[in-house]
């Protein structure tokens, strides 16, 4: 029976008479295909009924192509009748009441127009069996069964469209969500970094202008990388930990000897994507909660492994006490965790805590599943750094 995949699915806005066959979509090629298939299947079908009886002639091919092609022209017209009243839209209750005197109609009325085609141009040689209102209704009712097949085809497979594409929208939907949250959750992180290296130059202003110089370069470049990186997910782990570098050396300038940190980084691990800002972030909170408030400082360590397991390890060791308020781990770390969530899943994790085999040394754990980015995107990065 004919099927039809509508390429649209748009409401019709209410139209005159004249214009419903204007305003339905044109039937696909797939549509006319299935319409050709299911009505010449039914047309070798009532030869096949014909042979049974013994009553096969050239009456009864010239009766049973009256009977296809009355159908098909029925079926099409129906299916106008049906777009132009947005009948594939309704609930299966509502279809249902407006199909049965729908169909029950267009029964009765092919067979008037068959008896018609019969009787006025067919004209078949006498068989001795009457054509009575018995076979008036034995036949409206078969032309019923067959529309109400057609119709069951045809909203079966508009329904099944419909509820793809439901699932394509809702997938596109997400997708759109998680880009707009990625984006929310960057621009959260970047500010933050910004008004703390602008912190630190306004405390040295009056101080020393040539050390507020230097750090005004120094900032100036963490602020392009910032700026630059901010348009790519992830980045290499090398960029970012370039950017940690940069702000190494920064807040060297602030404290002086009281900060001391080591980098110890396996070289397989440099071409592993990470978002970016994300271990800068680590190394900020470091400082800013952890060496800063104590008059000695402390020291940071970073270490970043690839296991064999293809899982990025880095690690955060800092002086410092980990005691967050009640329900508040930082808007800063919150972000970043979200962050990971949204790109990696359950397979990224950040966890804080203290070190329970070192007294007041803070760990902070950063796993991450092992991606490399393609070459053009890392090319591109670095070009990105260098413009």
Known sequence: MPLLPPANQELLRPQAQAEIVEGVPAPSRLYWYCQLAGWLLYGVFNLVVFAAFGTVSADSFKITAAIVVTLFLISHGLRYFLRARSWQHLSPIALLLRLLPTNLALAVFSQIIIWLVIHWLIRPAATGQPYGWQQFLGYSFNVNFVLWLWAGFYFGWHYLRRSQQAEVNTWKLAAAVREAEMRTLKAQINPHFMFNGLNNIRALVMEDPARTRDMITHLSDLLRYSIQLNSAEQVPLRRELEIVEHYLQLEALQLEERLRYTLDVDPAALEVSIPPMTLQLLVENAIKHGLAPRPAGGFIHLTAQLNDSSTLHI?????????????????????????????????????????????????????????????????????????
């Open 315 to 387: 690690t955060v060791r800092n002086t410092g006490r980990y005691a967050p308020g009640p329900n508040h781990q930082g808007v800063g770390v919150r972000n970043a965790r979200e962050r990971l969530q949204l790109l990696f899943g359950a397979a990224a994790h950040l966890h804080l805590a203290n070190d329970a085999h070192a007294p007041d040394t803070v760990v902070a754990h950063l796993q991450l599943p092992a991606r490399q980015l393609l070459p053009v995107t890392t090319a591109a990065l670095a070009g990105h750094a260098t413009s």
